[in-house]
């Protein structure tokens, strides 16, 4: 397991996003298009899988989740925590835009679809918490520092992991459209691929989850907001036209 887990954990993460939404589909019978609404769900019980497939794995390799984290007080530097928030926002929103309008002409709102207002209510705190300790342990302190050891190899120990990390966001929520496959990948590389070399200079994961979790919490309080404001959603849709 040591020696093929860096590379197929990255790999099982976006195949459990196909599974995970093709089998939603089928159990609610709808298309995917009607399932890509509750892709926050969906996605809260994958991170909820990842975590314990974590749990197990370190179990396993000898060793442990909090060692996956790795944290030290050197980490709570609040300046260099806000720099990684203020870069993480600006090249998350500058990719989804940028390759919204490269691929589409416009930018997708399809990531803001309201549900049920107690879900989105629940899913603004689930949905955070549960991916900032089942992305960035994997891909950044299990992957990267993993396929290092094993290889040596700078560029794979960061390209692989950051590779998948990217192609992942493909899948959530899983349609099949060849556009929206291209523009959900696209938009997270430049994000994760700064974000890979910086961790593999500094080796400070937490600022990560702090920013990446900033992220999501917007992304959840604007589920919430068309969730408890449909007409704020139909007026998204109807600006694209």
């Known amino acids: 397991m040591k020696n093929r887990g ?21 159990l609610t019978n709808k298309s995917l298009v009607q399932a890509s609404q509750w892709w926050s769900i969906i996605c809260t019980v994958c991170n909820i899988i990842t975590i314990v ?3 197990i ?16 007080k050197s980490e709570g530097n609040l300046n260099y ?6 870069l993480m926002l600006l090249l998350g929103i500058g990719g989804m835009y940028g390759f919204g309008f490269m691929i ?6 399809i990531m803001i679809q309201p549900i049920p207002v107690w879900l989105a209510a629940i899913n603004i705190i689930l949905l955070p918490i549960t991916i900032v300790f089942a992305e960035l342990p994997l891909y950044f ?10 290889t040596g190899n700078k560029i794979l120990s960061i390209g692989y992991p950051m590779f998948f990390y990217a192609l992942q966001h493909s899948f959530i929520p899983l349609i099949y459209d060849w556009k929206y496959i291209l523009f959900r990948f696209f938009s997270f590389v430049p994000l994760l691929f700064i974000l890979g070399i910086i961790y593999y200079k500094k080796r400070k ?18 589920i919430l907001m068309t969730s408890l404001y449909p007409a704020v959603f139909e007026m998204m849709q109807t600006m694209k036209k």
């Open 53 to 55: 497939l974590l749990l």
């Open 6 to 26: 860096p590379f197929i954990l990255p790999i099982f993460r976006s195949g459990l996003f196909i599974v995970a939404g093709l089998l939603f589909a089928v």
């Open 81 to 86: 925590i806000i720099g990684i928030v203020i």
């Open 205 to 222: 994961l937490v600022p990560l989850m702090i920013g990446h979790g900033i992220l999501d919490l917007a992304t959840g309080t604007q």
């Open 141 to 150: 302190g299990y992957a990267v520092n993993r396929i290092e050891k094993m």
């Open 57 to 72: 794995v370190c179990k396993i390799e000898g060793t442990t989740y909090k060692k996956l984290i790795n944290y030290q």
């Open 104 to 109: 589409y002409g416009y930018v997708p709102v």
